[in-house]
C-alpha cells in the first residue's frame, strides 16, 4: 500500500512538473523575444479585427491536429483499434511531453506509454512511420520550392545527397547492427498492410498543405501582396530546411522565424511581419494543443506494469 501511494506521488509529481515546464517555456519565449513588437502587432488586430477570419485561420489549426490524430488512429489499427478520443489523447498527450526535448523526440516514449510495455518497439516504430511520411512531403515540396526560387544548385546537392544515401543503403542492407538492418527494417514497412500505408500517405499531403495554406493566409491578412506560386514555395523552404535543423519544440517559434527572416527578407517582406507570422503559427499549431495536451497528461495512467 506505502509503495503504492509512493508511486501515485510521483506519477503525479512528474506530470505536474510535465505540464509546468510546458507553461514556463511558453511564457519564456513569449515574454522575453526582443524581436516581438506587440504594440504593432495589437494595432493590426484592432484594425483587422475579424471574427469570422479568426475563426478561419483556427480551423486551420483544428484541421491539422485532426489530420493528425486520424493519421496515428489509422496507423495503430495494426495494433489494436482504438477510438478518436483515445488517439487525440495519446497525440496531444504525446506532444506535450515532448515539448521540451531535441525535434520532440519525447513524443515517442510518450504514445509508448499509453500502451502494454512490451509493445513499446512496436509503438516506437509506428510513430517513426508516422513522422517519416510528413518529412518525406516536406522534403519534396521543399525542394520544388528551391527549384521555384532558383537555388538551383542546392536542389541539385540534395539530389546527389538522397541519391548516395540510397545507394549506399541498398548496398548496405544486410549489414546488421545489434541485430538490425536496412533490409529487416523494409520488411517491418511491409508487414504494415497497403491500405494503412495509401491512408497515411494521403493524411499527411492533407496535413500539409493545410498547416502551409494556414501560413499563406496570415500573410495575406498581414497585408504581403506576393505571387501565390513565390509565397508558397518560400513557406515550403522555409518548413523544409528549418525541420532538417536540431531543435525543440518550444524552440520551433525561433528556428522556423530565423530561416523566415532569411528568406522572406530577399522578397522585401518586413520584418516585424515575418516574426509575428511565425510566432502566430507556433502558438496556433504548437501553444493551443499543449494546452490541451496538459489535460491529458494529468488525466494520464501509464498502461505499463
Known amino acids: 500500500m506505502k509503495k503504492s501511494l509512493q508511486n501515485q506521488t510521483f506519477l503525479f509529481a512528474a506530470k505536474l512538473t510535465i505540464v509546468l515546464l510546458c507553461f514556463y517555456f511558453i511564457y519564456t519565449e513569449l515574454s522575453s523575444n526582443t524581436q516581438l513588437d506587440w504594440e504593432k502587432f ?3 488586430v484592432v484594425q483587422k479585427q475579424s471574427v469570422l477570419g479568426v475563426l478561419f485561420l483556427l480551423s486551420f489549426s483544428v484541421a491539422n491536429r485532426y489530420l493528425e490524430i486520424v493519421k496515428w488512429q489509422n496507423l ?3 495494433i489494436k483499434p482504438i ?10 498527450g504525446a506532444l506535450t511531453a515532448g515539448l521540451f526535448t531535441p525535434n520532440g523526440l519525447g513524443e515517442y516514449a510518450g504514445k509508448a506509454l499509453f500502451f502494454d510495455k512490451k509493445k ?4 516506437i516504430f509506428l510513430n517513426l512511420i508516422c513522422n517519416g511520411i ?3 512531403w516536406t522534403i519534396l515540396f521543399g525542394t520544388i520550392g528551391l ?3 532558383g537555388y538551383h544548385l542546392w536542389v541539385l546537392a540534395i539530389i546527389g545527397i538522397l541519391t548516395f544515401a540510397g545507394l549506399l543503403s541498398y548496398l548496405t542492407h544486410t549489414i546488421k547492427i545489434k541485430g538490425y538492418s536496412l533490409g529487416k527494417l523494409k520488411d517491418k514497412i511491409n508487414e504494415i498492410p497497403k491500405p494503412i500505408h495509401r491512408k497515411n500517405i494521403l493524411l499527411a499531403l492533407g496535413r500539409y498543405l493545410v498547416f502551409s495554406h494556414q501560413y499563406y493566409f496570415l500573410f495575406l491578412a498581414f497585408d504581403v501582396d506576393l505571387p501565390y ?3 508558397m514555395a518560400t513557406i515550403a523552404v522555409v518548413y523544409f530546411l528549418a525541420s532538417s535543423l536540431p531543435s525543440f519544440q518550444f524552440l520551433d517559434f525561433a528556428v522556423k522565424g530565423s530561416v523566415a527572416l532569411f528568406f522572406f527578407g530577399k522578397l522585401g517582406v518586413n520584418e516585424w511581419i515575418v516574426v509575428f507570422i ?9 501553444v493551443l494543443p499543449v494546452v490541451i495536451g496538459s489535460y491529458f497528461v494529468l488525466k494520464f495512467k501509464p498502461k505499463w506494469n
Open 42 to 44: 495589437f494595432q493590426l
Open 76 to 78: 495503430v489499427q495494426c
Open 83 to 92: 477510438t478518436m478520443g483515445e488517439s487525440t489523447q495519446q497525440v496531444l
Open 120 to 123: 513499446t518497439k512496436k509503438i
Open 134 to 136: 510528413q518529412m518525406v
Open 147 to 149: 527549384w521555384i526560387l
Open 229 to 231: 506560386l513565390m509565397l
Open 278 to 286: 511565425s510566432m502566430l503559427m507556433w502558438f496556433l499549431n504548437i
